[in-house]
């Protein structure tokens, strides 16, 4: 729970609260805006919620986000360092990725919210967040693990954490990718990047 709330971001979120610019809008069950420091040097962003999020209201509360936590914190990064959203705000129904056009309506909110947390880093979970934000085209396989330099943003696609609740296999790679999120984070920190 954020107790110190930035203005502008609880404004943008009370906007979206009766949001109907796609079809999600009128489905949902609740808005999922985000969670986390809203002073985060780092922002993940996944693809949208899920079930548990859509009941919840806050995102990556099932078992990927359970799984994400996880990893996080074995990566040590600190609470007050990270925030956590998705490309979407509402639910696509049967947990189905969110369609271009869904895409498209939710993109201007999570670049104001992301302006608004002015983070270092953004972390990429998932083809769908890769697609959105990278290229259109991008195929997370072979994107993973690669910074891309994006404005004043470092920009680093890897793998949802759902895919590797269905391949374990992919769990070592994320890892790595964790790991060199967190030594550029801590070089940025000590530089004052």
Known sequence: MIINRKPQLETLEGKLQCCEDCVLGKTKTRLVFGRGSENAGIVFIGEGPGEQEDLSGVPFVGRAGQLLDKIIQAAKIPEADYYICNIVKCRPPGNRAPLPEEVKACLPFLRRQIAEINPKILVL???????????????????????VEMGKFMVMPTFHPAALLRDPQKKIPVWEDFQEIKRVYDEMKAQNV
């Open 125 to 147: 979970l998932g083809a769908s967040a890769g697609k959105a934000i990278i290229d259109p085209n991008l195929a997370i396989t072979k994107a993973r693990g690669q910074w």
